[in-house]
C-alpha cells in the first residue's frame, strides 16, 4: 500500500473557510489523472493543524468518496497525546481511510520509551495501519532510525514518512526496516531521486500537489533504474520549488509561504477556485501570487481543463 | 479577576485513564481552602495536551461546580490553530468558565503578523476574556512583549500568563501591559516573590498544588511588602520544587518528571487517589514516588484530612 | 577581589582597526572616577573575538597601566580550546592581570566532564585565580549551576560571572556557592537590582560602559538594603538599555547592535574618540548613532569634560 | 585544486599533548599512498580549536614537508573574527599550505553582510585561495547557499567545504557556483557517493583517515559513472562509521566520541602511536577502543606497515 507518489493534499478553502469540497474533489481528480499511488489527507500541507475537527472530516468524506477505492487514501491524525490522536484515527476508519499518520506526541516533550508507548498504544487500539511520521520541524523531536526501525520489525508500524530532510537518518530508517515489509517514504521534494535511489518505496512531496505528473515521471524513471530521467526531472521539479521562496517571511512563516505558494499555483492552473488559506495562517499577496503564477508558467505547467 | 495565587490543577486519573472526578473535587477543595484567588482548569500541569476533549470537558465541569463562584474559573484552550482553540475556547464558555487560557498557534512555524491575528480572532468571536499564555518551551515561539502589551492596551487580551522563564521579557510585558487594566501573572515557581515585588499581580505556579498554603503566604507577604517573609517562603518553595528532579530523565521527559512528582506528592498527602498520568506520559517509578514523599514529609507538609 | 561594579570596557579603535589607547586610558579613568570597583578587559563587548593577540596585549596594557592598582583588573582569556586559553591566561599574568575570566570550551561541543576538566586544569597552570564566565548565547553550552558550585567549593575557580539571562539558574549557583568564598557576579543589564537582592556579589554590565554613575549607584543603594532606590535606578537604565535596540538587525547581528551602541553613546558623550568596531563588526549607521546620542542626552547623561 | 579525497587530518599527540610529528608524518604517507588528493591539515577533526598556535604550526610543517607537494594542502584557519584569521592564514601561507580553510566568524553571532564581509577582507588581505567551510555545528551559523554562490561567483572564494549534512543545500551551493570554477567538497561520510551524483568535486572525509583506500575506490568509482560501485562501497563505510557511536556519551561530547574513534582506530591499525587527544577533550576508554579494534578489523581493515 505504501509506495508511489502520494501527494499530501492541500485544503483549498472557501472564502468563509469553510472546506471548498468541489475544488478538493477537483484537486483529487487531478492527482488520480496524473496517475498518483496514494493520496494523504490531512497532512501539515493540509492544514490539519488548523483545520476543526469537523473540517477534517469533511475533507477527509470527500477524498474518500472522490478516490473510491482507486487509491489509497491515508489519513492525518496529527494531535498533542495518544488518546487524542486515537480519537481522530477511529473517525478516520469510520470515514473510510485505508492508513492513519501519526507524528511523536508533541507540546510537551517526552523522552523514547514514551513514544514508544505511544505507537505501541495506538497500534493496539486500532485496526488501521499506523504511518510514523518524522516532521522534527514542526514536531521538534526527531524520531530516532533505530525506534523505527524496531517499531517496524515488531509490525506496530505499517510506514514511515520521513519529512527530517535529514538523508543520513533516512538510509539508517531504510537500513533498520529492511525485510519488514513497512514502506519507507519521503517527505523532500528535492532529493526525490536520490532518496528513491537508495531504495525508498514512495514519495510524499507538497509539490506534487502542483506537479503530479512531473514527480510521477520522477518515480517512474526512478523505479525503471533510469537514474538521468530521474534526476533530470528533479532538477526541473527544484526549480519550481522555488515558487515557496517568495512570499515576504516578515509578513508570513514558513508553512504559510509554502502552502500559500502551493494554493496560488494550483488556482493558477484553475485546479481550485481560491488560494485562501485557514486563520492564522495568511495567504500570498496578489503579488506574490502573480509572481508564482508566472514561475508556475516559467515551469511549463499549463492551466487544467 | 486575575490576581493572586491561580495553581494550575492537576488533573486526577483512574486506573483506566478516566478523569477521577472525585480525586479532582477533593483537590479543588484543597486549593479553596488553602485560599487561592483563582482555579486554572487544563493547563499544561493538567495535561491539557493529552486529555481528550471528552475529558477535558468533565475536568472543566468537576472544577466549575465545585468551585461554585467563588473563585474564577480559567480554562486552558489548547490547540495548534485559531478555529481549533474556536471550538474549545466555546465549548468552556458553555460550561460556565469565566476566562480561556491561549498560546501561541504551534505545530507550524507563523510570524508575528499571524499571531497577532490569531488573538484578534479569537476575541472577537468570543464573550470570555481571553489570556495570553507564553510558553516557549511548548510552543516553540516567544510572544514578543511588544506584541503582548499592544494586545493588552487594545483590550484583545485580557491578562498574560508568562512561564517564560525570562524576567527581563516579563519586566517588559509588566511595563507594556501597565495601564492597560490587564493582569500579568508569572508562571514560574522559584521566582514567584520576584516577580511579585517587580509589580506581577499573581502567580501560576503547578508546585501550587501540592503547597498551596505556601504560595498563598508567599503572595499575601508580598502584597504587604514583606519582602523578607516572602523570599523566606520563596526559598522553602524552591527547596520543595526539587521533587520536580527526581524522575529518572532517560525515562521520562520533563513534562512527566515534573508532573509525574506533582501527582506522587499529591497522592503521598492524601489529596487525591492515584498518582497516574495520560498516555503517553509516564508516571514516577513506586521508588521516585517514595523520594517524592520523603521530601514532601521533610518540607513539612502533612498528609490532609 | 570580585564584587561591585565590574564594566567589561569597550575597546575604542582608530580608524585604521588599531586599539586606540588615548581614548581606552580615557574611557578608563571615566570609570575609575565614577567609582566603579573593578575593571574587565578583554570580555565579549570588548571584542575579544574580533581583536589579534596582538591587540588583546594592547588593550590589556593600556588599562593596567592606567588603572596603576587603584581597582583589580580582569582580564578575559576567550578561546575555543583549554591549552589556546593557557596561552592566553599566561600572557595576562605577565600584562598584571589580576584574575582571568574563561568561558567553557566551545566550536566543538562538549560534555561535563570536559568541561570540568578544562577548569582544573588551568586551575593547575596558573597562579592566577580563575573567574568562570558562563555566557551559552556565545558558547552554546550553559555552565550547569551544580558544576559551579562543585568548583567553587573545591577552590578551582575563584568567581563566577553569569551572563546566562537566567535568574532561577542564578539562584542555584548562589546556593550552590555559598559559604566557598567565590564571589558570584551577574552580568545582566536589566535584573541588577534582583540579582543583587537575591546575593549577587556584583555587576558585570556592558552598559556601564555609558553609564558607570548609575550601576554605582544602583549597587551602592542595593548594599545599603534601599531596595526601592536601586529599583528606581535600575528602572532608568533599562530605559537607557533601549539604545541596543536601535541597529537594523537585518544588516548587523545582536553583539553589533549592542556594542555598536554603547560605542556610540561613548563617543557622543566625548569619552572616546570613536565608534569604529572591529571587522566583520559593523558600527551603527550614522543615523542610528543620532538616535542613540538622542537616547544617552534624553536619560540625562552629558558629555563628559 | 580542489577535488578527489581531501582527508581532514588527525594530529597524532605524545603523552604531553606534544604533536607527534613521527606519527603525522606516518599517517600523512599512509593517506598518499592510499591515493588520496588532497589534505586537510587544522580542521575540526585535526583538534584545530584545542592546539596551541605552535601546535598548530607544528602540524602543518610536519604536513607540508611530507607530501612535498605531491598533492595541495589546505590548512585550517579557524578563529572567531576576521584578524584572527588572517594571522593564522598567513602564518600557514608561510608555511607552505596552498589554500586556507575558513568558517563564518563565531563566538558572537553576525548578520549575513558581516559574514560577506569577512570573506572578502580575507580574499583581499591574502594571496592563497580562501575555502568557505560551512559547519553549522560548531559555529551555530549556517552559510546561506546563495551568498556562496555569490562569493564563487565573484572569485572571493576557490571553494566550499560543506559540512552542514544538508543535501538540498548542498544542492543549491552546487548550483549556485556553477560556472565559477570553484570546488565544492563534501565533508559527508555517509552521503558522499550522492553528493558525488550530484556533481560534487571531492570529499572530505573524517573517516577518510581510517580507510581511505575505500574512500579512494568510491570517489574513482562515482567518477567513472559506476553508481553501483560506488554505492557498495559508501554502505560498507557506512558500517564503519558505527566507530563513533561507541564512546559512551555522558562522559565525552559528539567531538570527542568521533575524534577518539578514529584515533583509537589509527593506533590499531599502527598508523600512529597513541589515542591520545587534546585537552578538554578526553580519548575512549580502554574498553572501547578495543570495540573500536574489533569493528575496525570486522570492517577488513589490516594494520599497515
Redesign the interface.
Known amino acids: 500500500m505504501f509506495h508511489g507518489v502520494v501527494p499530501p493534499l492541500c485544503t483549498p478553502l472557501t472564502e468563509d473557510?469553510e472546506v471548498d469540497t468541489a475544488s478538493l474533489a477537483r484537486l483529487t481528480g487531478f492527482l488520480l489523472e496524473a496517475g498518483v499511488h496514494g493520496l494523504f489527507v490531512g497532512g501539515?500541507t493540509g492544514?490539519i493543524?488548523?483545520?476543526?475537527?469537523a473540517?477534517r472530516d469533511t475533507a477527509l468524506r470527500t477524498v474518500v468518496a472522490t478516490a473510491a477505492g482507486q487509491v489509497p487514501v491515508l489519513a492525518g491524525a496529527?494531535d498533542?497525546?495518544?488518546?487524542?490522536v486515537?480519537?481522530h484515527a477511529r473517525r478516520a476508519q469510520a470515514l473510510g481511510a485505508d492508513a492513519v499518520v501519526v507524528t511523536a506526541?508533541?507540546?510537551?516533550?517526552?523522552?523514547e520509551?514514551?513514544?514508544r508507548?505511544?505507537y505501541e498504544?495506538l497500534h493496539k487500539a486500532l485496526e488501521l495501519p499506523v504511518v510514523a511520521y518524522d516532521i522534527p520541524?514542526?514536531?521538534?523531536y526527531k524520531l530516532p532510525p533505530a525506534l523505527l526501525g524496531e517499531l517496524a520489525q515488531a509490525k506496530v508500524i505499517a510506514a514511515v514518512k520521513d519529512s527530517s530532510?535529514?538523508?543520513?537518518s533516512f538510509?539508517r530508517v531504510l537500513d533498520g526496516a529492511a525485510g519488514s515489509g513497512a514502506g519507507v517514504l519521503t517527505g523532500?521534494e528535492?532529493?526525490a531521486d536520490?532518496a528513491l535511489?537508495?531504495g525508498a518505496d514512495g514519495i510524499v512531496p507538497g509539490l506534487g500537489n502542483v506537479d503530479p505528473h512531473g514527480y510521477v515521471r520522477l518515480y517512474e524513471a526512478a523505479r525503471a533504474g533510469d537514474?538521468d530521467a530521474a534526476r533530470a526531472e528533479q532538477r526541473r521539479l527544484?526549480e519550481l520549488f522555488a515558487i515557496v521562496e517568495v512570499a515576504d517571511?516578515?509578513?508570513?512563516?514558513?508553512?504559510?509561504g509554502a502552502l500559500g505558494a502551493f494554493k496560488a499555483a494550483l488556482a493558477a492552473r484553475g485546479v481550485i477556485a481560491h488560494p485562501y488559506t485557514?486563520?492564522?495562517?495568511?495567504p500570498l499577496t496578489d503579488a506574490e501570487a502573480r509572481t508564482v503564477a508566472q514561475l508556475v508558467a516559467a515551469a511549463g505547467l499549463e492551466p487544467v481543463g
Chains 1, 2, 3, 4 share one sequence.
Do not use: K
Open positions: 473557510g501539515s492544514e493543524a488548523q483545520l476543526t475537527d473540517a496529527i498533542t497525546g495518544t488518546l487524542r486515537l480519537d506526541p508533541f507540546y510537551v516533550g517526552v523522552a520509551p514514551e513514544v508507548a505511544h498504544l520541524s514542526n514536531v521538534h530532510g535529514d538523508l543520513e538510509q523532500s528535492t532529493l536520490l535511489a537508495r537514474t527544484v517571511r516578515t509578513r508570513v512563516g514558513r508553512m504559510s485557514q486563520a492564522p495562517l495568511l
